[in-house]
């Protein structure tokens, strides 16, 4: 289903500005922890380490878990991985994601579901059409850089909205409505001009996930961690019919 891409490698002028950082978000999680904490009467037993396999560490196992987890998906055969209530209070102390999806908001598309994974096990970041924005960017680069996930996945679909909108505006030359119009300017640059009407729309699917991973392989913090092989950007595709994710 999916292929590995290769490089990477962050820049070490940022060391101490990372763990400032890391160290920030630890205090914020024991503060939050102290707050919420159980009352006496439930209190939690000790909390022993996840009992599941190793999780995946390189980009091509990260592929692996996905494809697994898709044919469960699309088989019938999900497992709800990591919902137990020791894996629940294991993830209060940390968390270890192993792929960042950048999806659509669609709601027939929640990465979770699609590659029959739990708690803890994927970074989701969802905007309509996958567009980018700084907001987007950063947490990309957070749960790479800070979180050190060896994979990103840019999860496109069939019968998009957002791009069906953008390429029916642009034929038409009309305005979409307030904050929409963003969207389709975004996605604008994808429109695949040699193609006409329903196929125009398909093959735009296609073209802005590889826009998409394109723009986020060339930024320099990414790139260099891609070409050391820590990471690989992919661009993927899921179809509502058949539920097949594969790659672009």
Not at 30 to 46: E, H, Y
Not at 158 to 186: F, K, N, R
Request: neutral net charge; glycine residues 8%; hydrophobic residues 45%.
């Amino acid at each position: 289903m999916f292929t590995r891409h290769t490089k990477s490698a962050p820049a070490p002028h940022n060391a101490t500005r990372r763990s400032v950082l890391r160290a920030a978000v630890a205090g914020t999680a024991a503060t939050g922890a102290a707050a919420l904490a159980a009352p006496a009467a439930l209190a939690a037993p000790v909390v022993r380490p996840r009992p599941e396999e190793p999780r995946p560490t390189t980009p091509a196992e990260a592929l692996r878990e996905l494809n697994a987890g898709n044919h469960r998906w699309r088989t019938f055969r999900e497992q709800h991985p990591h919902e137990t209530e020791v894996v629940r209070r294991t993830l209060v102390t940390g968390q270890h994601p192993f792929a960042i999806v950048l999806g659509c908001i669609d709601s027939r598309v929640a990465p979770e579901l699609v590659f029959d994974q739990g708690l803890g096990d994927l970074m989701t970041v969802r905007t309509a059409g996958e567009v980018l924005d700084e907001a987007v960017r950063g947490s990309i680069a957070y749960g790479v850089l800070e979180l050190g996930i060896p994979l990103v996945v840019v999860l496109g679909h069939q019968s998009c909205g957002a791009v069906s909108a953008a390429v029916d505006a642009d034929a038409s030359g009309s305005l979409l409505p307030a904050h929409i119009q963003y969207l389709a300017d975004e996605i604008k640059p994808a429109i695949d001009r040699t193609k006409t009407g329903d196929a125009r729309k398909d093959a735009t699917i296609n073209a802005n996930v590889s826009l998409i991973r394109g723009r986020l392989a060339a930024d320099p913090d990414l790139a260099a961690k891609i070409a050391d092989g820590s990471l690989a950007i992919v661009g993927a595709r899921y179809e509502l019919n058949t539920q097949v994710v594969h790659q672009i």
